[in-house]
């Protein structure tokens, strides 16, 4: 079986503009990572990605808006 690589897409409108760095996954299970130096009080845009060999499975874009 091919491995599991996720990354997650960012950005302060829903077309990103900026990726995490690719994380390999195996086993099910929930996939955790930090974004770092977001502009305070700001609305991002979020969704993850994964990719199973030739299989590429988008998630919903969600949203959240960083704290002062």
Same mark, same amino acid.
Request: charged letters at 10%.
């Given at each position: 079986t091919?491995?599991? *690589?996720?990354?997650?897409?960012?950005?302060?409108?829903?077309? $990103?503009?900026s %990726?995490? @760095?690719?994380?390999?996954?195996?086993?099910?299970g929930?996939?955790?990572? *930090?974004l770092?130096?977001l502009?305070?009080?700001?609305?991002? $845009?979020?969704? %993850?990605? @994964?990719?199973?060999?030739?299989?590429?499975?988008t998630?919903?874009?969600?949203?959240?808006?960083?704290?002062?």
């Amino acid at each position: 079986t091919s491995p599991t *690589t996720i990354i997650f897409e960012y950005g302060t409108s829903d077309t $990103f503009g900026s %990726a995490t @760095a690719p994380i390999n996954v195996t086993k099910n299970g929930a996939v955790l990572s *930090t974004l770092t130096g977001l502009s305070p009080q700001t609305q991002y $845009f979020v969704r %993850a990605v @994964a990719v199973r060999g030739s299989i590429t499975t988008t998630a919903n874009i969600t949203s959240f808006v960083t704290s002062k």
